[in-house]
Structures are given as structure tokens and as C-alpha cells.
């Protein structure tokens, strides 16, 4: 075998075992995850965290949508997406899982502003949203 070859397949090993074990994941980095209720259903929504940057710990500010269920997750791919710390959490509510949604419609029903403090691990985050 030369030595090209064996590079390659050093090069494909390295590719398998972090598509294996989860690149995406990060020690220490916030695993922000929960889920949205709008007037006592699952929500259609959108989530905005912005971390404040307060305490020196600045990061990327992250989006995610709701599934079906009203439920979201965020898992960050890098230490510098999204640090633990304050952080400044916009809900853009766009209807429930009743509601008849106007994809159109760019405006959200309800939009609410909420502070939490994140932490490294694990975070369960659970809004019940009203009008």
C-alpha cells in the first residue's frame, strides 16, 4: 500500500468515527430544549436566544422552530454559537396546533421578551403563552 492510500483511508476512518460519535455536540455547551404552548395548545413558533453577553461569556444568537408537538432544541455546534450565561429569549407565537396558519402572513400573533439565564448541560425551558 502506498502512502496515499493509506492517508486516504486514515482521511475516511477520521470522517466515519465523527459521523459516528456526533461531531455536533459540545462539552459544556447549553442544551437549551422544551416546548411552547399557545392558549393551552402546542405552538407555532419561533424562538430567538440572543445571549446578553454579561459576565464576559458573548455568543452567536440562535433561531429554532417548533415541531408539531410545540417542541424545540437547541444544540449548539460550536462554543462560540451559543454560551451559557443571561440570555434574552424572543417568542414570535404564529398560531397552535388548531389555528389555521396564513404562511403569507410574516406577522406573528403574539410576540413576547423573556430573560433566562442559561447554563452549561442541560436547560428545560417550558412557555405557556396567552393573549
Request: with cysteine; proline share 8%.
Amino acid at each position: 500500500m502506498r502512502t496515499s492510500e493509506i492517508g486516504r483511508l486514515v482521511l475516511v476512518g477520521c470522517c466515519l468515527w465523527l459521523t459516528a460519535t456526533g461531531c455536533s455536540k459540545v462539552a459544556g455547551a447549553p442544551r437549551v430544549y422544551g416546548t411552547v404552548y399557545f392558549q393551552g395548545l402546542p405552538a407555532v413558533a419561533e424562538l430567538l436566544f440572543e445571549p446578553t453577553g454579561e459576565g464576559g461569556r458573548p455568543g452567536r444568537p440562535v433561531s429554532v422552530f417548533t415541531d408539531k408537538d410545540g417542541s424545540f432544541e437547541v444544540r449548539p455546534s460550536s462554543k462560540s454559537d451559543f454560551a451559557p450565561g443571561p440570555c434574552r429569549i424572543t417568542v414570535k407565537i404564529f398560531g397552535n396546533t388548531k389555528t389555521l396558519i396564513n404562511t403569507e402572513q410574516p406577522d406573528p400573533l403574539k410576540t413576547v421578551v423573556l430573560r433566562r439565564n442559561i447554563h452549561s448541560g442541560k436547560n428545560k425551558l417550558n412557555f405557556i403563552i396567552r393573549l
